[in-house]
C-alpha cells in the first residue's frame, strides 16, 4: 500500500490503520501520549552519557537498550515497527559516529603485510613479534622494563610482561599461577565494578588509572589501569617500582558491554605473594641503586669521593641459585656476600678534601 502526502513518522500509525481496516491485524487503543500521530520515534530514548538509556515519557533508566525496549512496549504501547525503527535509527547514529571517528583517527600501516593499526604502539609491537625487526636502541616504545633483579627486557605493552615474568619469573611468587592473564566481558559497569572490587581483594591489588582514550574506533573509551606501587607511587623514601606486572585494560564499547584484560600477578615491590628470594633480590637491588644515587650527588657537589667496585672472584664460579642473602643487620657485621668479592679499580682521590668511601656493588658474569 503505497500512501501519498503522509509524513515519514507518522507511516507506522497510518499503516496500522489501514491494516486494521482491512482486517489483517487487530490492536487494542492504548490511553498513552507518545502513540499520538505526531510523536517522533527517534525521540523516545536517549543516552544519559554515563552508561544508562532513558526513556523520554517516563524518564526511568536503564542499564541496556534490550531492556528499555521492552519498557516502551510493555508501558507505553510501542509497536513492533515503531521499535524497530528506533533499532533502525540507532544503528545509523552509530555507523555515522564511527565514520566521523574513523575520519579523525591516524592509522598506522605496517609496510611488510599491509596490517593498519590504530596505535603506532600497535604496529611496533607488531614488526617485532611477526617481521623480527629490531628497533632502534634509542626508540621510547618498548620502554615497558621488567622488574625482576638483572633482567632488563623492555616490552612494548603490560601484557607482554605479564607474559615474559610467567615464564621466566614465575619462582618469584609463591602462587604459581598469579601472572596468568584474565579476559572477562560485563553488561554494564557496575558488574564490572564488583568483580574489580572482588579480584582486588583476593588479589591484594590496588590500581590507579593511568590513561583514558576517548578517541576510538571501536569503542566509545580504553582505559588502562596500573599498578599502585607502579613508579613512585605507593613507595616511601623514594623507593619505587619500575613497572609491576599488575594491570587492568578496560574497553567501554558502544553496546554499553566492558571487555578486560587483566592481570594480578606483582613484582618488583613489596607483596604477599613474593618469595623470600624475591624480597632479599629486591632489597640488594635499592641498596645499590641508593648507593648510585649517593655517589651522583656528592660528584655534583664536587665532594671527594672514594669508589670501590667489585667483579665476582675467577677462583669459584658464582651461581645466583646458591648465594643465601641476608638481612641488612646480618650484613653489616657478617658482610657474607664479600667473601665472594675482590677489589677491582680505584679511582683517583682528590687531595686536600675529607674521603667518603661509597661503595658500588657491579657483577659480572665471569
Not at 534490550?66 to 515497527?81: C, E, I, N, P, T
Not at 667483579?311 to 657485621?333: L, N
Amino acid at each position: 500500500m503505497h500512501l501519498v502526502g503522509v509524513p515519514p513518522e507518522d507511516m507506522l500509525a497510518v499503516d496500522e490503520e489501514a491494516y486494521e481496516e482491512e482486517g489483517t491485524s487487530s490492536s487494542v487503543d492504548v490511553p498513552c501520549d507518545v502513540m499520538d500521530p505526531m510523536f517522533y520515534v527517534q525521540n523516545a530514548i536517549y543516552d544519559s552519557g554515563n552508561g544508562q538509556i532513558i526513556c523520554s515519557s517516563c524518564m526511568d533508566e536503564f542499564p541496556s537498550y534490550r531492556k528499555v525496549y521492552a519498557h516502551l512496549f510493555d508501558m507505553h504501547g510501542f509497536s513492533k515497527q515503531q521499535i524497530e525503527v528506533i533499532k533502525a535509527q540507532r544503528r545509523i547514529s552509530l555507523s555515522q559516529r564511527n565514520r566521523n571517528n574513523q575520519r579523525k583517527q591516524t592509522i598506522y600501516s605496517c609496510e611488510y603485510c599491509d596490517i593498519q593499526f590504530v596505535s603506532k604502539s600497535g604496529l611496533m609491537n607488531h614488526k617485532k613479534r611477526l617481521h623480527n625487526v629490531e628497533l632502534p636502541p634509542t626508540t621510547s616504545i618498548d620502554n615497558i622494563v621488567c622488574p625482576s633483579y638483572g633482567c632488563g627486557m623492555s616490552f612494548f605493552t603490560y601484557m607482554d610482561l605479564a607474559i615474559h615474568v610467567d615464564s621466566c619469573h614465575r619462582d618469584l611468587t609463591t602462587i604459581s599461577d598469579c601472572f596468568r592473564i584474565h579476559r572477562d566481558r560485563f553488561p554494564d559497569k557496575a558488574s564490572y565494578a564488583k568483580w574489580r572490587k572482588t579480584m582486588e581483594i583476593q588479589t591484594d591489588s590496588q590500581f590507579y588509572t593511568r590513561t583514558t582514550d576517548n578517541h576510538l574506533r571501536y569503542g566509545k573509551k580504553s582505559t588502562l589501569l596500573k599498578c599502585l606501587y607502579s613508579n613512585t607511587r605507593g613507595h616511601s623514601k623514594g623507593r619505587r617500582c619500575e613497572q609491576c606486572p599488575a594491570f587492568i585494560r578496560m574497553c567501554e564499547r558502544y553496546t554499553g558491554e566492558l571487555e578486560v584484560v587483566a592481570c594480578f600477578g606483582h613484582l618488583g615491590h613489596e607483596h604477599s605473594t613474593e618469595t623470600r628470594r624475591a624480597a632479599e633480590l629486591r632489597e640488594r637491588k635499592w641498596r645499590e641503586f641508593e648507593s648510585m644515587q649517593d655517589f651522583e650527588l656528592q660528584q655534583n657537589n664536587g665532594e671527594e669521593t672514594v669508589v670501590e667496585a667489585y667483579v665476582i672472584s675467577t677462583e669459584e664460579e658464582y651461581e645466583e641459585e646458591d648465594v643465601q642473602f641476608k638481612d641488612d643487620a646480618a650484613a653489616t657485621t657478617n658482610k657474607p656476600e664479600m667473601d665472594r668479592l675482590i677489589p677491582f679499580d680505584r679511582k683517583r682521590r682528590m687531595p686536600e678534601e675529607p674521603q667518603i668511601p661509597v661503595r658500588i656493588m657491579r657483577y659480572e658474569e665471569i
